[in-house]
């Protein structure tokens, strides 16, 4: 069975085909995505209004794309999944609307779809996927949380972020430093040829008991100290950089390896945006390596948002028996939604 996939929670449009056969692995056979990062980088971050507007004229092309790409008409899907929730109410209306659409046009049926199950499952996309249980670090740019993944659709938050992402913190960073929305990968560039022992950020909740994040504290310390160097802050820029990734990714690698130790998993498995940064991987990789645990990091093409995770866990799903098809074409999204809803 070919199953549409359809990705519109927040500034990417993603549509994407799998197919999926009885009890097998769901196989990705199209994809195609559409960023609007220039759209939203003048207004220094994402409009919503423009983000659902912009949905709008490039799912349908989209979706013919994907479908040419792999000689299939609309009449070969069988099941059509689009990102439910969490997101931006507007843009996700609009994926969410589409996909109704196609799905009662066809007679087939329709799978709201969590994204967070999209990022947590991203790894599978990738040819050495991952086996169940293990340890899942989310780290985008609306959400950093730490999830045991017992099997498929068991998901247990242990931690997360009680205020800022870790995404929002390194893009919150980069436009401190003068970098376009959204900066988080600009930074880590930058963040090459600086010293990430310049300056000293705080490490929050390092040393709580819980395995919760903080960082917004972290902007309020990058904004002192750009304060405390301008209007001369060209020159100390690298550093910055350096040493605010620094900051991140020693909270994110020691949260990781306590939740490793108190789950007793003996794989991780990393997801979201912030999955693409360098650092992060290769400390992540030190830390594991020590203990004896695996890695899997998913191939930097599918740790943004995309439409392959979405197509992706809706096949996963099938493949498990366990269905979220929805009887009727009367779709609805939720723009707040904790993963637990869809966690059995
Ligand atoms: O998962 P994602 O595409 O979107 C959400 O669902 O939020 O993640 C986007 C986030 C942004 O905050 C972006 O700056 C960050 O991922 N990001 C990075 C890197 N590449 C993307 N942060 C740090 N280093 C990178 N290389
Ligand atoms: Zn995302």
Redesign the pocket.
Known sequence: MYILGIES????TGVAVVEQTGQNAPELVAHALHSQIVLHQPYGGVVPELASRDHIERISPLVTNVLSQINISPKDLGLVAYTKGP?LAGALLVGAGVAASVAAALGIPLMGIH?LEG?LLSPFLSQDAPKFPFLCLL?????TQLMSVRSMAHYELLGESIDD????A??KS?KLLGIDY????E???LAKNGNADAFQFPRPLLHSKDLNFSFAGLKTSVLTQVKKLEPNLEPYKADLAASV?AA?VEVLVKKTQSALKATGHNRVVV??????????RSSLLTMAHQMGVDVHFPPLEW????GAMIAMAAGMRVQHGIELGERSYAFGVNARWPLSAVSI
């Open positions: 929670s927040c500034d990417e997101g994204h990022h780290v985008s740019g609306g959400h992402a870790a995404g929002e390194f893009d980069a959204p900066g988080g990968a930074l880590s560039k990734q991140i997801a979201g945006g912030v999955g693409a940064n360098q650092s992060l740790c943004t948002d995309n």
